[in-house]
DNA sequence: GTAATGCGTTACGCTCCATAACGCTCTTTA
DNA sequence: TAAAGAGCGTTATGGAGCGTAACGCATTAC
């Protein structure tokens, strides 16, 4: 193996940084050119352009398009991981319903602000890609319901979880979860145009309530 | 202008219903090969050799590859808005709460049966394309909502309509379809794989009811 | 100081898209 | 029935991107 001196910062050497900063700006560029056009019409060529290098210098860091997608996807993982958890935690520990909405609006306000990831994510899947052997895509929902199932979880050790719709409760997640996400993704793709701000904020925030009810969160005395 | 002789069947001649036939051949073929790699993958050569052609050929018929997409998501628009009606006539008119949850079964069926006209319907739209307009897109969704839409009016008509969570029927509306497509879209794109069939139905059984009572539909005398 | 590794370049072959130019077949019309 | 023309498919061609190969420069290791 080749020596491992000079590992000043975190265990990784000099020309590991830098090539990790380069992995960084490639991704970022491509992330960008998703924006534009589409991960369908994601060219080795034009992100290499974009970031003044030649398309065979990217295979040094990514054997192929395929690869750098699954990059990205992970990398949307993460990020959209992050922002929930930093969305809830805005909200008091004690203020379970809260928590809840915040979840929510954090998963809704992380799609807004992050479209390419979230259609990367959660766009159609290519038949032989995209969901390679179940893989990464089972496991971004389980990750991001995870927060629910928490938020679920502190909920009923505290005695105030009302009456989910269905018994299990890990179904009831699942339900909640599609709730919201049906909302997210059809005003993401446009399908609420003809909305303006006030409106869809307005029922998402009924949609948030509703999920929350659906997962036995919210209790059921807003209904005498 | 050439003559229109021989116009027997629909007012179309020889010709074009033989083209016409070519038409729907190279669509049928398309999706085929959709189906198998991906809209983004549609590569005019494997159309064309799909179907003992030369890819020239095909230039006949369509302009480029997005005038044959654009085609595709205008039919898969009709499928699915033919499928809803069909789906729905299968329950009498006096049955509105069996017609809305026929209706809500039908838009998870067709989307189960037609993967690849779903996804190209409400998969990741390409930030040019796929949304040109407004057009299409915002279409498809009013045209799977007058369905809903119809029968919210039909309830309303006889008095049997009970409190929505909203005020305004239509956006009502606009939130039972979010709560039913996204448990169709998780499901489709395999988020719900760790759920066996059966759960599955029940599942969606509950969220097309949880939809109805959103769009002011069900009775609220499930609930004492 | 020298050898080796990493990284970027240019050069190449392959495939696909899209157009152009050509020929066959069926339809139209006198 | 024969000639003219439109429609449709073919082969030929140019251009672009992917992915590999071969080469050169900088950095790092010994």
New binding site residues.
Partial sequence: M?????EVSGGL???ER??AG?VEEIKHAALGLIGEHGSAN?????I?RSM??????L???F????ELLTALVADSYDSLSGALTATRDTVSPDDLDGRFLATCTGYRTWAQRNPERFALIFGSPVPGYAAPVEGPTAVAGRRAMEHVAELVADTAERGRLGSPLVPDAEEAILLAWATVHGFVILEAYGHFDSLDQEARDRLFTVQAGLAARTAGLAPPADRP
């Fill in positions: 080749a020596g491992e001196s000079n050497s000099r020309r830098v090539r380069t994601l060219r080795f060529t034009d290499a003044g290098m030649t398309p065979p210098a295979y040094r860091y054997a192929d398009r395929d």
